[in-house]
């Protein structure tokens, strides 16, 4: 049996609240929908700028006030797949880490100091310049300690030993024979991480070490919408997050008989709003 359409029941409710109201709900839910689109495209395009950069970026070497330097350079965001073709090196360093990488950094760091620096933090009520030891009728070797400490945090504790040959004894005649490191502990406080700025994700690395500097330096940061695990370490609040599919008890219009009640079944939903 076909249901015979009122024409003036549908134009009614065409005329009211109600219909108002879903209209509205639904241009709401379009423009969110919609709104979400344009920002996931500038999203892209704002990571496609920063590894760009990253790309075609070299180290910045600054000072701090109390005189310490920290080194940076641009970093990449990237899905793990997208970074193979990036930087092969910096994905193999990701792929060769156990667990889920959110960030990776790799730093070459250098040490130089001359003989002026080496001098001018020489610990010398430290130092120990040991007694001679016989190794032979010939030979001798004198043990000695030398510490250099910078600050609190940072120092290098080295000793060794020197061997001392006599050629002749009269007249008597010594030589360097040889010089070694026996043992060396050195300390190194350094910081580093990742960061924005000027609108840019950099990595940086810094130190208060007298003659510490960095010789090259790289990093990713793994696009946390690219990893289900990763995304369940970040709580995200944002508007307009999706389509959803649910049962709902709602208000209705029957429009074929011009009345108004509940109706349960299943719905779409958009959400608005993710807490």
């Known amino acids: 049996m076909i249901t015979k359409i009122d024409i003036n029941k549908i134009w009614k409710f065409l005329k009211s609240k109600i219909f108002t109201i879903l209209l509205i709900v639904v241009l709401i839910g379009y423009a969110g929908f919609q709104y979400n689109t344009i920002q996931n495209l500038k999203r892209d395009k704002a990571i496609k700028e920063q590894n760009i950069i990253a790309l075609n970026d070299s180290l910045k070497y600054e000072r701090t006030k109390n005189g310490e330097l920290i080194v940076s350079i641009a970093g990449y965001i990237s899905t793990e797949k997208e970074l193979k073709s990036i930087n092969k090196d910096l994905w193999e360093r990701v792929k060769g ?29 430290d130092k120990i310049i040991g007694e001679l030891t016989t190794i032979d009728s010939n030979t001798y070797a004198a043990p000695w300690v030398l510490p250099y400490v910078y600050d609190s945090t940072n120092f290098d504790i080295i000793s060794g030993r020197t061997y001392i040959k006599v050629l002749s004894k009269n007249p008597l005649k010594l030589i360097h024979s040889n010089t070694e490191i026996i043992e060396r502990l050195t300390q190194i406080d350094l910081t580093w991480g990742q960061k924005v700025e000027d609108k840019q994700l950099r990595v940086f690395v810094q130190s208060a070490y007298p003659g510490f500097t960095v010789a090259a330096m790289e990093g990713v940061l793994i696009d946390p919408n690219s990893n289900p695990l990763i995304k369940k370490l970040i709580k995200e609040k944002h508007w307009f997050t999706g389509l959803g599919i649910g049962v709902g008890i709602s208000a209705g219009f029957n429009i074929t008989s011009g009345t108004y009640g509940l109706v349960i079944g299943p719905s779409f939903i958009y959400n608005i709003y993710k807490w």
């Not at 960030?103 to 933090?121: A, C, E, F, Y």
């Open 97 to 125: 880490q156990s667990g889920d990488i959110i960030s990776l950094n790799h730093v070459i760091i250098q040490l130089r100091q001359d003989s002026i620096q080496l001098q001018k933090w020489l610990k010398e009520k």
